[in-house]
């Protein structure tokens, strides 16, 4: 009777699927790109700036919540990546997130327009090369704290996360 119980339990953990950990994925802050005429009289504006945290804080949790990832800590290459382009650093993008040990990374642009146009762009990159994965973006009216919210909301939901869309999925 043993030798059964053995034999069923192995056939079952032999034929079970395995289940692969989910892709470790690195979410690098988003960037601002301020077009407009007042980020050219002004500078930079400190509302802004805590809107692009806030932003990057809220893609980490919501990914983090779907548990489709494993989401890395970035505070190591933190610094180096402020202190580049991430959009634009030929290639830095990729050494960041390979010193992660990511599968995935993320890189986010906030492109302000004007006062009341923002386009809201988040970018899914393969980290062993590079490309591009999946790209998507959200126009936001009215730079708010709320507009900031729900575009990040939307891409995750609706883009990043949903069937056929973002992420690919195993054939």
């Known amino acids: 009777m043993r030798a059964w119980f053995a034999a069923a339990f192995l056939a079952l953990a032999i034929s079970a699927p395995a289940c692969a950990a989910p ?3 690195a ?3 988003f960037e601002l790109l301020d077009t407009s005429l007042q980020g050219a009289v002004n500078g930079p504006s400190r509302d802004e700036q805590q809107r692009l945290m806030r932003a990057s804080d ?3 949790q919501e990914l983090a ?3 489709k990832f494993q989401l890395l800590d970035i505070s190591p290459v933190n610094a180096a990546a402020h202190a580049s382009n991430l959009q634009a650093c030929g290639g830095c ?3 960041l997130a390979q010193k992660l040990g ?3 990374y993320i890189t986010g642009l906030v ?3 004007s006062e009341l146009i923002l386009v809201m762009n988040i970018y899914l990159h393969d980290a062993h090369t590079g490309r591009i994965v999946s790209a998507m973006n959200a126009d936001m009216r009215g730079n708010n704290d709320e507009s900031w919210s729900r575009a990040t909301t939307y891409l995750v939901r609706n883009r990043l996360l949903a069937p056929n869309y973002g992420v690919p999925r195993p054939q």
């Open 27 to 29: 979410v690098f802050d």
């Open 23 to 25: 892709p470790k994925l």
């Open 65 to 67: 919540a779907s548990d």
């Open 111 to 113: 492109q302000k327009v």
């Open 93 to 95: 993008d990729v050494q």
């Open 102 to 104: 990511a599968d995935l």
């Open 58 to 60: 809220q893609l980490r």
